[in-house]
């Protein structure tokens, strides 16, 4: 062999590469690396995010089957029944049940027919609930009989379609507490976003206005549920938990329903809106608040409101509007604030004298009085009892503006009387030197105190507002806070003085009991209630608007248990003539019912009340 040969024999030799350098090395480094992701990705998967993917499987063998909890009854001040729930069946989807085979063909088009929902309205709320829900979402609820039935008939074309019974608020006296209670109603998307923190799922109810609203959170309770271990075909296997739902707080409240039904069944038979307030004037409990046109509460109870249920709430005449915490002019009831103005100023004593006439000029504005004659020297007893305008216009001019402005306020005027509604209540309004400056652009001006004298110009009260002032005289002097939910505190704890001599109570009370004895409310002197005191009030409301009118009164005049305002909006006529009768009822039904034959209609009254419904 050759040494070229020898070479090249060795070349070929030494060409062989595998094993030697770092190759080797680079192949261990490469294992090691690789074997060190993959068991980190597997810490990752089952330590990091272990409880993730645990869930998501448990979700596909563990199922959740909610609970709802029974909402909280509502009863009045004597135990009777309010507001309560009736169980009704409901149909329930899972969250995933618009993804599956045949949902298109089959099941969505059926079921859309029976509830008559539109798919697109119940995949809309599938997809709400998210896909990786374990939880059943609620898509139609209160099904009929006849709903159930076609349920149960095409229950092979329903797959994953599960009818459940459920509690559903209920409201046995529909229209008579509807202002009181209000409603509950499903979340809107909106109302579920801000309250899912609390707890808060998809198709839950909530408390939408009045009490239902106020004490959402007690009334409310807990959801509870069960867990069901299901197999591949998402059958029920067992039970694998369960956590009861806990009841939601029953409530008592002020009000008396024999009392409330007496209202709200004389303020709908007048046809007219209109508000009435019947408040315990020692420590402000809310006896009744009805309103006029009313709502069926019950309407709201339902998966899908009919046009004839929209166009009942949707009416000109606002339905749902509470008049009860919406301002009004007051009127001429405001004179008992001129009233304790003039006489707690000490430019006024009690047996002050002033002559009335037909008008009154001032600043070159003529103001009238209501029987363009006046009713002569008087003073401030029977001033109130005659409701004398001129009388109440020197008042005013007299103590000015700043001073009969503050009295405004120190009964409560201006702002919100704190009852459970806040969102609901106005606060009225108190016109003043910087209002007018601000909306005008003008100076408050004489003028302007004597309007406000007499409850006229741009004062604004609520009727609620004014059973407040109505209480100040009755019950010595205290401004009442008033409240629905029952209390068995001291009356104490529920108002405050506002530093009224009792000289000024006095004068105020002679001339409220002078209104109805000899004055503008004789229809409240009769022998079916306690013997009362009151004041009318009638409002202009604009050139060709009907009048406003009130009337407020308490009973009995030397030792009140309560006091009644009623408000006619834009209802025409006078306040003594329209809303006395109103009041008059109400005070029947308390009176006549809590002490039974004590007050009784006399042939006569009962002769002339018969001819007045005629």
Request: include cysteine; charge should be positive; charged fraction near 25%.
């Amino acid at each position: 062999m050759t040494l070229l040969d020898k070479l090249r024999l060795n070349e070929q030799k030494d060409g062989r590469t595998v094993g030697k350098g770092i190759q080797p090395i680079f192949l261990i480094l490469l294992t090691l690396i690789g074997s060190l992701g993959i068991e980190g990705r597997l810490a990752y998967l089952q330590v990091v995010n272990g409880h993730k993917y645990h869930d998501r499987a448990e979700s596909n063998r563990i199922r959740i089957i909610p609970k709802q909890p029974e909402r909280g009854n509502i009863f009045d001040r004597n135990g009777k029944l309010l507001a309560t729930t009736r169980y009704p069946r409901s149909v329930y989807l899972w969250p995933m049940a618009h993804t599956k085979p045949g949902w298109d063909d089959k099941t969505a088009p059926r079921l859309s027919q029976i509830i008559d929902i539109p798919k697109e309205e119940i995949e809309k709320k599938l997809e709400q609930a998210g896909p990786n829900s374990s939880s059943l979402v609620r898509v139609a609820r209160d099904l009929s009989e006849a709903q159930i039935t076609a349920l149960k008939e095409y229950e092979g074309d329903l797959s994953n379609v599960e009818i459940h019974t459920e509690a559903v608020r209920f409201y046995p006296h529909g229209k008579t507490m509807a202002h009181i209670l209000g409603y509950t109603r499903e979340l809107t998307v909106e109302q579920l976003d801000a309250r899912k923190k609390d707890g808060y799922r998809l198709g839950d109810v909530i408390g939408q206005m009045g009490v239902e609203k106020a004490y959402e959170k007690s009334l409310r309770g807990e959801w509870g549920g069960q867990q069901v271990e299901v197999d591949g075909r998402g059958r029920p296997l067992r039970v694998v938990g369960e956590k009861p739902a806990k009841s939601g707080k029953d409530l008592y409240l002020t009000v008396d329903l024999n009392v409330q039904q007496a209202a709200a069944k004389t303020l709908a038979a007048t046809g007219k809106r209109g508000a009435i307030v019947a408040l315990d004037p020692n420590n402000g409990a809310v006896l009744a608040i009805a309103s006029n046109p009313s709502f069926d509460p019950n309407i709201f109870s339902k998966q899908k409101l009919s046009q004839k249920d929209w166009q009942s709430l949707q009416g000109t005449d606002h339905p749902i509007v509470n008049r009860a915490l919406s301002a009004f002019p007051p009127a001429s009831t405001f004179k008992i604030i001129t009233a304790t103005a003039g006489l707690e100023s000490g430019k006024f004593n009690p047996g002050s004298i002033l002559q009335t006439y037909g008008s009154l000029t001032v600043g070159g504005v003529t103001f009238g009085e209501h029987n363009h004659a006046g009713f002569g020297a008087i003073g401030f007893p029977r001033a109130l009892a005659v409701s004398s305008d001129t009388f109440f216009y020197q008042v005013g001019r007299a103590v000015g503006g700043p001073t009969l402005i503050e009295w405004t306020r120190q009964y409560g005027f201006g702002q919100k009387t704190g009852i459970e509604f806040s969102d609901e209540e106005s606060r009225g309004l108190v016109p003043d030197e910087n209002w007018k400056q601000k909306t005008w652009k003008i100076p408050w001006t004489v003028g302007d105190t004597i309007n406000m004298s007499i409850g006229q110009g741009a004062l604004q009260v609520t009727p609620l507002q004014a059973a407040i002032m109505f209480a100040v005289p009755a019950n010595g002097g205290y401004r009442i806070k008033p409240h629905l939910l029952k209390d068995n505190g001291e009356a104490k704890n529920w108002r405050e003085s506002i530093g009224i001599k009792p000289s000024t109570i006095k004068v105020i009370r002679d001339g409220l009991r002078l209104v109805i004895t000899e004055g503008t409310g004789k229809t409240l002197n009769v022998a079916s209630i306690a013997p009362a005191a009151g004041k009318s009030g009638t409002a202009e409301a604009g050139v060709g608007r009907p009048n406003h009118t009130w009337f407020g009164a308490y009973a009995p005049f030397d030792k009140p248990e309560i006091v009644v305002v009623a408000f006619g909006d834009n209802s025409g006529d006078h306040g003594g003539t329209f809303c006395g009768p109103l009041v008059l009822d109400v005070l029947e039904a308390y009176f006549q019912n809590k002490y039974p034959g004590k007050y009784t209609k006399t042939e006569l009254e009962k002769n002339e009340k018969a001819k007045a419904a005629d």
